[in-house]
């Protein structure tokens, strides 16, 4: 069964940076479009970043367009997001996922963006 495992999260202040990790196991990572998602309290999970699978191309939402780097690692079975330039409305409980939420959601990490 595939497990995903979300880390790299913590509290930051506005305008610092993180950068998030998330495991793959299984062996269906290499060619499928991977994302990152994310939820804040009291609101709905929404896609953040995503990037194929072999041509590594990258789309953002816009609230994280110019800030926030998806990449990937598939000798590593590892996503990647950096994060910079982070505001309070960043704060949320982020998760990966293929681009498309079918697999089951892992923990997440939480970010923390507060002074």
């Known amino acids: 069964q595939v497990q995903l495992v979300e880390s790299g999260g913590g509290v930051v202040q506005p305008g610092g940076s993180l950068t998030l990790s998330c495991a793959v196991s299984g062996s269906i990572f290499r060619n499928l479009p991977m994302g990152w998602y994310r939820q804040a309290p009291g609101k709905e999970r929404e896609l953040v970043a995503t990037?194929?699978?072999?041509?590594?191309?990258?789309s953002y939402a816009d609230f994280v367009k110019g800030r926030f780097t998806i990449s990937r690692d598939n000798a590593k079975n590892t996503v990647y997001l950096q994060m910079n330039n982070l505001k309070p409305e960043d704060t949320a409980v982020y998760y990966c996922n293929l681009k498309s939420g079918a697999l089951p959601w892992g923990q997440g990490t939480q970010v923390t963006v507060s002074s």
């Open positions: 990037i194929t699978g072999t041509s590594g191309s990258t």
